[in-house]
């Protein structure tokens, strides 16, 4: 399995502003994956990141938004710029695990904006 | 495209009653199909996969069966426990590994003592 830390766990931001979430793996995966959960919706996939490569983002997502870098195999970010309070929601990271469809997720950043 | 469709919640049991959870699915091919739960301030978590037909999947008392007749995954348990208060998720993945998951809305789950 994989050990997923994201950084922050948590944050207020002022709209207009911009966040930038960290993810980390404990070991080298190939796909890396952004989701949004907004209060009480599923998960929403924001965009696929593969390293050495650009990411890869699903419809209603653009990269002006939320931009991701990938600059290694352990290590991605996910920003979210010019905020505002629809934004609101909890970001969360996983990763392939090699096995079908199965994934591994960080713990989540709960963003809010004001 | 591909969705998955689960029951609205929330749901509100005793301790020690039996748990259904429906989720249904709409896939072209023969996907994987999962359930994943977050329990309170934490991520979410594997509960339990199948990846063809006439699968069962389980976990900690928990049991799905993969039926592709009617499409469906359904989540079950036959005596929960207030620890089991949790959102579960059911998501399903295409054939292709690495392919991102499509997930219902989420069902919540809460058990009282």
């Known amino acids: 399995s994989a050990v997923i830390s994201q950084k922050p766990s948590r944050d207020i931001c002022q709209r207009g502003t911009s966040l930038t979430i960290q993810c980390q793996v404990d070991?080298?995966?190939?796909?890396m994956f952004w989701y949004r959960q907004q209060p009480g919706q599923s998960l929403t996939l924001i965009a696929t990141a593969n390293q050495g490569s650009e990411a890869t983002y699903e419809s209603g997502f653009v990269i002006d938004k939320f931009p991701i870098s990938r600059p290694n195999l352990t290590f991605s970010t996910l920003t979210v710029s010019n905020m505002s309070p629809e934004d609101s929601s909890i970001y969360l990271c996983s990763v392939a695990s090699g096995r079908v469809g199965e994934q591994y997720f960080g713990p989540g950043t709960r963003l809010t904006v004001t | 495209g591909d969705s998955v469709t689960q029951m609205e919640g929330p749901v509100t049991l005793s301790e020690e009653a039996f748990l259904t959870i429906n989720c249904t699915y709409t896939?072209?091919?023969?996907?994987?199909l999962f359930w994943y739960v977050q329990y309170p301030g934490e991520g979410l978590q594997l509960l339990l996969k199948?990846?063809?037909?006439?699968d069962k999947g389980s976990n900690k008392g928990f049991e799905a069966t993969y039926r592709k007749e009617t499409t469906s995954f359904h989540l079950e348990k036959g005596s929960v426990q207030v620890s089991d208060s949790a959102v579960y998720f059911c998501a399903l993945s295409p054939r292709q590994a690495g392919t991102a998951l499509i997930f219902g809305k989420g069902t919540t789950l809460s058990v009282s003592s």
């Open positions: 896939a072209t091919g023969y996907p994987s």
């Open positions: 199948a990846t063809k037909a006439d």
């Open positions: 070991s080298q995966v190939t796909m």
